[in-house]
């Protein structure tokens, strides 16, 4: 899984090819934390699929976060070309909801 930041944000996302699912998560975000071992179970089980699993702490890249929409936590979400094409937030970050996010784009 790939940490981004505000360095690398360009060349993984608005440059990178192919699906790329982003976990937004944040320092103290007990609900990210809660997920987060779920996320790292897909990314591990989806390793050799077309996705790429990103990370992102916003607390470490806020002003990012917010360019990119960010308000709240968890957000899970899949782009190509540097674009969202879809995602999850709050509520709906679940487990089953993430799977299923996941197996939709990891062919």
Known sequence: ???LNK???EAEIVNGEGYIFVDFYG???VPCAALMPHVHEL???YHDSA???CAMNTTKA?????KEGIMGLPV????KDG???ETLVKEACTRESITELVEKYAK
């Not at 899970?76 to 782009?79: E, L, N, P, S, V």
Request: proline share 0%.
């Open 7 to 9: 360095e690398n944000w």
């Open 83 to 85: 674009k969202q094409v």
């Open 76 to 79: 899970m979400a899949i782009y």
């Open 27 to 29: 320092d103290g975000c």
């Open 1 to 3: 899984m790939i940490e």
């Open 51 to 53: 996705l790429k699993f």
């Open 43 to 45: 990314a591990d089980k």
């Open 62 to 66: 806020r002003r990012l976060a917010i």
